[in-house]
Structures are given as structure tokens and as C-alpha cells.
């Protein structure tokens, strides 16, 4: 088998190891049938968890906070990282942290924020959603079968090295001090947050 038929295999899009839904469904109400199917939903939710990391990394940025925007940009896409190797605690953290952020912004900053930027928000947040979901019957997923087995990660492409290769390295080495690192973050961003209140309600 060439390095093409094995590249379609892996994207599930080969007549042998077809993906079994449409790739909106797999978006948000993703479903595993298949070794191809456990393939794709890790690496699509690597790609929404790398875009969010850096999409944060960009806005704090830009409102002038540097050190919170590397930290978060960690946060995420290390938890991409541990998503891509199916686990369900980075999907369920990355999730959680940002619906309490974006329900944060809703409440608070409802009159301020412009509605593209809430819009985004939420439809950010119903795709990290689908990530737990997907994750979990990933991690959970028993193979019985010769369509069960998972494809091979390929490195011949600039995105097989990130989505592929690099997780299954460095996520190994990085899962203990990820789950001590992420609930850290998690906490202390939202006691920031308590403490924003507390501030705002004296006043």
C-alpha cells in the first residue's frame, strides 16, 4: 500500500476504512464505529483545542497580557495534545474551563462584548463539548474486530507531524504534570475572577 492510500485511510475517506459520518455530525455529535473513526475524532479534537489555544494566545495578547496568554495558550493546547492520545480528564478540563469562561463573559460583560465575539464563544464551547463526548467513547472503546484496528499516525506532512506524530511523543512524558498543572489553572483563574467580583460588588 502506498503512502497516499494509507494518508486516505487515515483521514477515514478510503472505501476500506470510510469514516462513518459526515464531518458536521462528527463536529458535534460525533459517534464511533470504527478504528478510523477513534483516528479522526482524536485528531479533529487536537485541531479545535490547537485553534483555541491559539486563538486565546492572540487575544490576551493583544489586551496586554502576556504571561496569562502563554500560560492559557499551555493549557490548551496541551490538553489538545492529551485529547489527541484520548484523555478524557484534558477534554473534560479544556471543556469546563471554557464554558465557565464564556459564561462568565455572558453574565458580566453581556453589554460589552461585541455579539461576533459571543457567537464565536458559544460555538467554541459546543465543539469542546463534542470533544468530552468523543474522547470519552474513544477512551471507552472496546475493538472486537478487524475495522477496529487503528490506523497507522503518519509523519509526511507538516499537520501528520503536529497531529500525529508529536502528541503520541511528548504527551507520555507531559500527562503527570499536565493533570497537576491544568486544575492550577483552572483555579487560579477563576479565583482571579472571585476576586474581580468581590471588587465590583464593593464598589
Given at each position: 500500500m502506498d503512502s497516499n492510500s494509507c494518508r486516505m485511510q487515515t483521514l477515514g475517506i478510503s472505501d476500506s476504512t470510510e469514516h462513518s459520518e459526515s464531518r458536521l455530525k462528527a463536529l458535534f455529535w460525533p459517534s464511533v464505529k470504527s478504528g478510523?473513526?477513534?483516528?479522526?475524532?482524536?485528531?479533529?479534537?487536537?485541531?479545535?483545542?490547537?485553534?483555541?489555544?491559539?486563538?486565546?494566545?492572540?487575544?490576551?495578547?493583544?489586551?496586554?497580557?502576556?504571561?496569562?496568554?502563554?500560560v492559557l495558550f499551555l493549557f490548551f493546547y496541551l490538553g489538545g495534545v492529551g485529547v489527541r492520545e484520548r484523555s478524557p480528564f484534558a477534554a473534560i478540563i479544556v471543556f469546563v474551563f471554557y464554558a465557565l469562561?464564556?459564561?462568565?463573559?455572558?453574565?458580566?460583560?453581556?453589554?460589552?462584548?461585541?455579539?461576533?465575539?459571543?457567537?464565536?464563544?458559544?460555538?467554541?464551547?459546543?465543539?469542546?463539548?463534542?470533544?468530552?463526548?468523543?474522547?470519552?467513547?474513544?477512551?471507552?472503546?472496546?475493538?472486537?474486530?478487524e475495522?477496529?484496528?487503528?490506523?497507522?499516525?503518519?509523519?509526511?506532512?507538516?499537520?501528520?507531524?503536529?497531529?500525529?506524530?508529536?502528541p503520541a511523543k511528548i504527551w507520555p512524558k507531559l500527562r503527570i504534570p499536565y493533570?497537576?498543572?491544568?486544575?492550577?489553572?483552572?483555579?487560579?483563574?477563576?479565583?482571579?475572577?472571585?476576586?474581580v467580583l468581590a471588587r465590583s460588588f464593593r464598589h
Open positions: 478510523a473513526d477513534v483516528d479522526y475524532l482524536g485528531t479533529q479534537g487536537f485541531w479545535v483545542c490547537a485553534f483555541v489555544a491559539v486563538f486565546t494566545l492572540l487575544t490576551m495578547s493583544l489586551q496586554g497580557r502576556p504571561i496569562l496568554a502563554v469562561d464564556t459564561l462568565i463573559s455572558v453574565l458580566l460583560l453581556f453589554l460589552a462584548t461585541p455579539w461576533g465575539m459571543l457567537v464565536v464563544r458559544l460555538f467554541i464551547t459546543a465543539l469542546l463539548l463534542s470533544n468530552v463526548r468523543a474522547t470519552w467513547m474513544a477512551a471507552t472503546w472496546k475493538p472486537d474486530s475495522e477496529a484496528v487503528l490506523p497507522p499516525r503518519l509523519g509526511e506532512f507538516w499537520t501528520d507531524k503536529i497531529a500525529d506524530q508529536i493533570y497537576i498543572f491544568a486544575p492550577w489553572v483552572l483555579l487560579l483563574s477563576f479565583a482571579g475572577v472571585a476576586v
